[in-house]
């Protein structure tokens, strides 16, 4: 510790759209300055990720680039990220480490081991052992994180579903290990999102008679938009006065813009790419749909509930945790085309049902996932690891 405080030197692959680079920006910028010196270290964007480097300036936060970290995987890149990574902790000296991201989450742990950093935090905001790559590579990828997790301090999951499957299923490490710490935000705009009414159906030049139902994330094969396109198609021959949105950008986009013109309903699907007015857009959207195939805590789905949004997606990694069926949206299974278009007619059919699920969903992300509970959250943490009071159980904090 310099100067009473506990030095934080945190680690992220990338600043592209998501919940991690969200908490990343948060943590630096919002824990106690008078208890925490905070660092952030970020690497290269992706051209399929999407920007929130924008984060950093609205934190006023001054970042550490080391361009090497990238979320690409190269022999070269990555050893020359390791080895900038050592340089830059020896010189900082850290008390803590606190890795988010899969790459920042093996380099930068891997640095702290090699460095001798006291205390080393990883979180978990997904994880890539199904439904990314072969099982080879996915098997490759858990026998790294076991490894790993003999030397990290604290493993953070962000769900108890997630927690079943870290520690469980996939055997990372003993629940010892492991503290459970739900995400926070800054909800405010959302919580707020009936000032923003109107502004996206304006845009659209879209009645209040069209159904708007909108889907947001990264067009890759993860995301599954193909069920998602397929079930809009099966809504429509009940409710044709449907536009559904497509919010984000990524490697997939030309087929999936191909797909939709193949099932002939490219006159009610809008591709918007990535936004950054998105209290404008979640504001007018009747539904939001969300239809991965494997998930952490999804922030599309908080947002959506912060703005009183009912919600259906399917019922993968920490969703059920986010969702309670029939009381906030309604869950599906995977890779189920046709409960997926039954969900979203039964909740466009029924607006007191919407609005019941939206009032519901709302209250629940208000009060789980605020900002303020995640800076508490993760400063106990903090300070249990420096001063050696961690509990011998996982820790729940909530």
């Not at 920006?25 to 051209?47: C, M, Q, W």
């Not at 890779?335 to 699920?357: H, T, W």
């Amino acid at each position: 510790m310099q100067n009473g405080k506990i030095k934080v030197m945190r680690i992220i692959t990338r600043l592209g759209v998501g919940g991690s680079p969200i908490q990343a920006a948060l943590l630096t910028a919002g824990l106690d300055k008078n208890r925490f010196e905070s660092l952030l270290v970020i690497g290269a964007i992706s051209d399929i990720d999407g920007d929130m480097s924008y984060l950093v300036d609205e934190y006023n936060i001054s970042p550490i680039k080391i361009p090497e970290l990238g979320r690409d995987i190269g022999s070269i890149s990555d050893l020359l990220s390791l080895y900038k990574l050592i340089k830059l902790m020896k010189k900082e000296k850290p008390d803590i480490i606190h890795t988010h991201q899969s790459k920042a989450g093996v380099l930068g742990r891997l640095a702290g081991i090699l460095v001798g950093v006291p205390y080393i935090v990883h979180t978990f905001h997904g994880h890539v052992f199904h439904s990314y790559f072969g099982k080879f590579k996915s098997g490759v990828f858990i026998l790294t994180e076991r490894f790993l997790a003999k030397f990290t301090s604290k493993l953070i999951a962000i769900s108890p579903l997630q927690f079943d499957d870290l520690c469980k299923k996939y055997r990372l490490a003993v629940p010892e290990k492991f503290s459970l710490i739900p995400l926070g935000f800054d909800l405010s705009q959302f919580l707020n999102s009936k000032i923003y009414v109107g502004k996206f159906r304006e845009e659209l030049n879209l009645s209040i008679n069209t159904f708007l139902v909108g889907i947001v994330g990264r067009l890759t094969g993860v995301k599954n938009h193909k069920l998602f396109l397929h079930s809009a198609k099966r809504v429509l021959e009940t409710i044709p006065n449907v536009k559904f949105i497509v919010v984000g950008d990524g490697e997939l986009s030309e087929k999936l813009k191909e797909l939709t013109n193949n099932l002939g309903i490219t006159e009610n699907v809008i591709f918007l790419g990535w936004r950054r007015d998105m209290p404008n857009i979640y504001a007018d959207l009747d539904l939001v749909v969300l239809t991965s195939l494997n998930e952490g805590t999804p922030v599309a789905l908080i947002e959506a509930m912060a703005s009183g949004k009912a919600v259906v997606s399917t019922a993968v990694g920490g969703v059920p945790d986010i969702i309670e069926n029939g009381k906030s949206g309604i869950l599906v299974p995977t890779k189920d085309e046709k409960k997926l278009a039954d969900a979203i007619v039964e909740l466009l059919s029924d607006s007191v049902k919407r609005k019941s699920y939206g009032e519901y969903g709302r209250e629940f992300v208000r009060d789980k996932y605020n900002k303020e509970r995640l800076f508490a959250d993760i400063a106990k943490l903090y300070e249990e690891l420096v001063s050696g009071k961690t509990g011998e159980a996982m820790r729940i904090i909530t």
